[in-house]
């Protein structure tokens, strides 16, 4: 079993890793790698971070109606829900980002072809 001690520890040791990703974040947009909407957008996901560890156990009134029945599941499932549309949108970024480079390359290719 778990002690009180062992359950606010982890809630402290989640808070500590959510204000290190905000100040990566930070650090990704200083740098000029994150757009405006990007930084926001982080930031807002870190501070849901926040706000699920601070509020996990009003979370069991939505548990009831979705039927499940720790809290800790219906973080899991938010969790992969996140990472499935990430993982969709690299991928769409990823193939626009493809055809940007085989556009370039075929213009490339055929401005040498014409000046030879």
Do not use: C, Q
Request: a positive charge; zero cysteines.
């Amino acid at each position: 079993m778990f002690s009180i001690k062992m359950v606010y520890s982890f809630e402290i040791i989640g808070i500590i890793f959510v204000f290190i990703m905000i100040y990566l974040t930070y650090l990704e947009r200083k740098r000029k790698l994150l757009s405006k909407f990007g930084f926001i957008f982080w930031v807002v996901i870190w501070v849901i971070g926040i706000l699920l560890i601070l509020f996990h156990r009003s979370a069991n009134k939505i548990l009831d109606p979705l039927n499940i029945i720790r809290v800790m599941d219906l973080y899991m499932i938010l969790a992969f829900m996140f990472l499935f549309v990430l993982v969709f949108y690299l991928f769409v970024k990823n193939r626009h980002s493809e055809r940007k480079i085989e556009k370039l390359t075929r213009f490339l290719a055929l401005r040498e072809l014409k000046n030879i």
